[in-house]
């Protein structure tokens, strides 16, 4: 089992950049794809970013492809997400997920196929 603490998160103004981090717990964490996601008031959670378990891979939202870039540093068990030109419809708690079932790539975006969660991150961006 893994636990995810998320940090960084806080208020910016739109055009900023934040960096997200998931530290994790345990010696397992070079084993898991690991993903990002967000859950704005009244919303469905939304995939946002997925990292392969050697940080070779990678696969973005539309929403977010070309702004946010997902990584990750297996010796420091944590995985990051730098969001850059950020806008107000970026406003949303962000959630950093572990997938222990894939053990090759493959883009998962649904809630259901990652089994760990971290408790969220508030991000908020003033226009």
């Known amino acids: 089992q893994v636990q995810l603490v998320e940090s960084g998160g806080g208020l910016v103004q739109a055009g900023g950049s934040l960096r997200l981090s998931c530290a994790a717990s345990?010696?397992?964490?070079?084993?898991?794809?690991m993903g990002w996601f967000r859950q704005a008031p009244g919303k469905a959670r939304e995939f946002l970013a997925r990292?392969?378990?050697?940080?070779?891979?990678?696969a973005y939202a539309d929403s977010v492809k070309g702004r946010f870039t997902i990584s990750r540093d297996n010796a420091k068990n944590t995985a990051y997400l730098q969001m850059n030109s950020l806008e107000s419809e970026d406003t949303a708690v962000y959630y950093c997920?572990?997938?222990?079932?894939?053990?090759?790539?493959?883009?998962?975006?649904?809630?259901?196929?990652?089994?760990?969660w971290g408790q969220g991150t508030q991000v908020t961006v003033s226009s």
């Open positions: 990292i392969s378990r050697g940080g070779s891979s990678t």
């Open positions: 997920a572990a997938d222990d079932k894939t053990r090759f790539w493959v883009v998962r975006t649904r809630t259901d196929e990652y089994t760990y």
């Open positions: 345990g010696r397992t964490f070079s084993t898991y794809n």
